[in-house]
């Protein structure tokens, strides 16, 4: 299966609530991101996390990082209406030579 | 500052025929290319990336190909396009921080 799994699949909430997404991967990594999709546009850039970093915040965002699990998660306080979009992990992978590897995302709808 | 430009933005094309996308940045030198293909409410697949000009490396099997015939230029190809072709394809270009992506090309093949 593909580097860079998501979980959940789906994820619906009130606005006002927080979301929390979860991403596993097999192999070692350089770094792992986090990116934005709304509904037929291209992806969004949201936060990197290096290797040897454990939590990295941007705004409403809150990314972590395990590497002895090998997973992340990235959270949204205080979530919008306008948050809402699928979300993809990414991860770059030692020996890949910079070549990111997409899970399958997860589908967050925030009801207002 | 760098921007990534991708056109068309949708394109429908019946089976059989050629196909050609064409991806091009501004505002930087020698950038690592990707084309990526997603398909309807899934991740995406990397297709190929250039390291520089001329150098391409498939990710998998297809019926497409790429080229780079200038440093800022990707273009994604295929001489007969397959139904299994359809699909959102995304150019991007990464760097120290990340990646940067196009808008992409809704492919429709009929």
């Known amino acids: 299966s593909q580097q860079g799994e998501e979980d959940p699949q789906a994820l619906s909430i009130q606005e006002g609530e927080n979301a929390t997404m979860n991403c596993s991967y097999k192999?070692?990594?350089?770094?792992l991101q986090w990116y934005r999709q709304n509904s037929g546009r291209g992806l969004v850039h949201l936060i990197l996390i290096r290797s040897n970093e454990r939590e990295k915040h941007s705004g409403r965002l809150r990314v972590t990082l395990d590497t002895s699990k090998k997973s992340s998660s990235l959270l949204i306080t205080a979530s919008r209406a306008a948050d809402t979009a699928s979300y993809f992990c990414a991860t770059d992978v030692k020996t890949s030579g910079s070549r990111l590897t997409f899970g399958e995302g997860t589908q967050l709808t925030v009801n207002p | 500052s760098q921007t990534i430009h991708q056109w068309p933005a949708t394109l429908v094309q019946p089976v059989g025929s050629p196909l050609s996308l064409e991806c091009t940045v501004e505002g930087t030198s020698n950038p690592n290319l990707y084309w990526y293909r997603q398909a309807a409410g899934r991740g995406l697949q990397l297709l190929f990336y250039?390291?520089?000009?001329?150098?391409i490396s498939s990710e998998v099997p297809q019926n497409l190909s790429a080229s780079r015939p200038q440093d800022r230029q990707f273009i994604l190809s295929s001489k007969k396009l397959l139904l299994s072709d359809s699909g959102f394809y995304l150019c991007a270009w990464s760097y120290a921080r990340g990646v940067f992506f196009g808008s992409g090309t809704q492919l429709s093949v009929l």
């Open positions: 192999t070692s990594i350089n770094n």
């Open positions: 250039s390291v520089g000009i001329g150098q």
